[in-house]
């Protein structure tokens, strides 16, 4: 792997993972790349490190730029293993360095290692650090998305070294947005964003307003960010900013989800006519499965839509096991401005609608009762009720897109003009 200076004297070191395919139940099937920045000036400063598998390569890139030894600093951003677990190979190279890091972040490091040996920095918001000819601002991040979490602004250079925030799990040869995109597509790299952010920021919105609010306030001019996953986003900076804004304000497309799970076929079949009834209201429609799905892909299809129809069938009078799982993720991810209905099929005795409905009230999501169920396998006059059912809801999700958004045809969807 080759270093990449990304800006003067500031050098990307960190490494590339093309294989993994598993981020902590995430899936991951263009891998990720672990980003840590090297800044060469009077006073030598390491900016996170890199999982710990991969500490060799980030020790051999740091090593072409310059002697571990005369690392003076390390900014630790976020404590995460993907972030930080290399940081005792790190300080056994630069025993003398300084590790500026929030307060929370050193109590978790001390969970990790023996920190006695080495010199520590507490820092908070608006304090900085002077590299020699550059100035590094600390801001901090809580619960973006660990309670440690900060991020680093180089004032000189305009660049916000942004942690987790802003990045995409992708594995790539290039290390820009304009290069990414110029290679694959710009639909490509908003898909990876969107997906990002559903299964890892989603219940973080509010935070996410107030930090941006919080960069506005303290003046921070960003012509660079660079995460500590994906791409750096060099080209157009204010546009990853515009998408995280609109994410966080609850935005959709104006499209429905239908996410089911089946035993023998009758709920499934249901999807057919309930999304021509969709369609015939005028909206967009996606059919998924979820044992034919990974999670966090149902996740994010979730999140892009403005509605969403869950569909379970019956099974021991209670939801069956992967829509039960589905709805536990997502309970977790805590989303809002969502409009949701469900669906169903069961034997000798119901329950699993019901279930449903009870727990996406819980979420506190808007619903569309009484949803619609049916008995062994769908007849004709039970696909013309989904059919009717399918083209109620969609009619709904259009007027609840309009109270909240206005008649914009669709935001954080990729290829739409956000």
């Given at each position: 792997?080759?270093?990449?200076?990304?800006?003067?004297?500031?050098?990307?070191?960190?490494?590339?993972?093309?294989?993994?395919?598993?981020?902590?139940?995430?899936?991951?099937?263009?891998?990720?790349?672990?980003?840590?920045?090297?800044?060469?000036?009077?006073?030598?400063?390491?900016?996170?490190?890199?999982?710990?598998?991969?500490?060799?390569?980030?020790?051999?890139?740091?090593?072409?730029?310059?002697?571990?030894?005369?690392?003076?600093?390390?900014?630790?951003?976020?404590?995460?293993?993907?972030?930080?677990?290399?940081?005792?190979?790190?300080?056994?190279?630069?025993?003398?360095?300084?590790?500026?890091?929030?307060?929370?972040?050193?109590?978790?490091l001390?969970?990790?290692?023996?920190?006695?040996?080495?010199?520590?920095?507490?820092?908070?918001?608006?304090d900085?650090?002077?590299?020699?000819?550059?100035?590094?601002?600390?801001?901090?991040?809580?619960m973006?998305?660990?309670?440690?979490?900060?991020?680093?602004?180089?004032?000189?250079?305009?660049?916000?070294?942004?942690?987790?925030?802003?990045?995409?799990?992708?594995?790539?040869?290039?290390?820009?947005?304009?290069?990414?995109?110029?290679?694959?597509?710009v639909?490509?790299l908003?898909?990876?964003?969107?997906?990002?952010?559903?299964?890892?920021?989603?219940?973080?919105?509010?935070?996410?307003?107030?930090?941006?609010?919080?960069?506005?306030?303290?003046?921070?001019?960003?012509?660079?960010?660079?995460?500590?996953?994906?791409?750096?986003?060099?080209?157009?900076?204010?546009?990853?900013?515009?998408?995280?804004?609109d994410?966080?304000?609850?935005?959709?497309?104006?499209?429905?989800?239908?996410?089911?799970?089946t035993?023998?076929?009758?709920?499934?079949?249901?999807?057919?006519?309930?999304?021509?009834?969709?369609?015939?209201?005028?909206?967009?429609?996606?059919?998924?499965?979820?044992?034919?799905?990974?999670?966090?892909?149902?996740?994010?299809?979730?999140w892009?839509?403005?509605?969403?129809?869950?569909?379970?069938?019956?099974?021991?009078?209670?939801?069956?096991?992967?829509?039960?799982?589905?709805l536990?993720?997502?309970?977790?991810?805590?989303?809002?401005?969502?409009?949701?209905?469900?669906?169903?099929?069961?034997g000798?005795?119901?329950?699993?609608?019901?279930?449903?409905?009870?727990?996406?009230?819980?979420?506190?999501?808007?619903?569309?009762?009484?949803?619609?169920?049916?008995?062994?396998?769908?007849?004709?006059?039970?696909?013309?009720?989904?059919?009717?059912?399918?083209?109620?809801?969609?009619?709904?999700?259009?007027?609840?897109?309009?109270?909240?958004?206005?008649d914009?045809?669709?935001?954080?969807?990729?290829?739409?003009?956000?």
């Amino acid at each position: 792997m080759r270093t990449t200076e990304i800006k003067p004297g500031i050098h990307w070191v960190g490494a590339i993972d093309w294989a993994v395919r598993d981020f902590h139940g995430y899936v991951t099937p263009n891998g990720t790349t672990y980003n840590n920045y090297l800044i060469l000036d009077t006073h030598i400063t390491l900016i996170d490190t890199v999982k710990h598998d991969f500490a060799e390569y980030t020790v051999e890139n740091i090593r072409s730029l310059a002697d571990p030894a005369k690392i003076e600093n390390v900014v630790i951003n976020h404590i995460e293993n993907d972030h930080m677990s290399s940081i005792g190979q790190i300080m056994e190279l630069a025993p003398k360095a300084t590790i500026y890091i929030t307060d929370r972040g050193k109590k978790g490091l001390d969970r990790f290692y023996d920190t006695s040996r080495w010199t520590f920095k507490i820092v908070k918001t608006g304090d900085t650090l002077s590299t020699g000819t550059k100035t590094i601002v600390f801001l901090e991040t809580p619960m973006l998305h660990w309670p440690d979490s900060m991020m680093s602004y180089v004032k000189e250079d305009k660049l916000l070294i942004s942690q987790d925030a802003f990045g995409q799990h992708i594995a790539s040869a290039v290390r820009f947005d304009d290069e990414y995109c110029d290679q694959y597509s710009v639909t490509t790299l908003e898909h990876a964003v969107v997906d990002y952010y559903a299964n890892i920021l989603m219940p973080f919105g509010q935070l996410v307003k107030s930090k941006l609010a919080e960069v506005q306030k303290l003046g921070l001019d960003i012509d660079m960010i660079a995460p500590d996953h994906g791409v750096i986003w060099r080209k157009d900076p204010a546009k990853i900013l515009k998408m995280y804004l609109d994410m966080a304000e609850g935005k959709a497309a104006r499209k429905i989800v239908i996410i089911y799970d089946t035993m023998w076929h009758s709920t499934e079949h249901m999807t057919t006519p309930l999304a021509e009834g969709i369609k015939a209201a005028g909206v967009e429609v996606e059919v998924v499965k979820l044992r034919s799905t990974p999670m966090s892909v149902a996740i994010k299809k979730f999140w892009e839509c403005r509605g969403a129809l869950i569909g379970t069938p019956t099974l021991n009078n209670i939801m069956f096991p992967s829509v039960a799982e589905f709805l536990q993720h997502l309970k977790g991810l805590r989303p809002k401005s969502r409009m949701v209905g469900a669906f169903g099929s069961f034997g000798w005795g119901g329950g699993a609608v019901k279930e449903a409905y009870e727990v996406l009230k819980a979420m506190g999501l808007e619903t569309v009762e009484p949803g619609i169920q049916v008995m062994y396998r769908p007849s004709v006059e039970d696909d013309e009720k989904c059919f009717a059912f399918g083209k109620q809801f969609a009619e709904r999700v259009l007027e609840y897109q309009r109270k909240l958004q206005g008649d914009e045809p669709g935001v954080c969807r990729p290829g739409k003009q956000l």
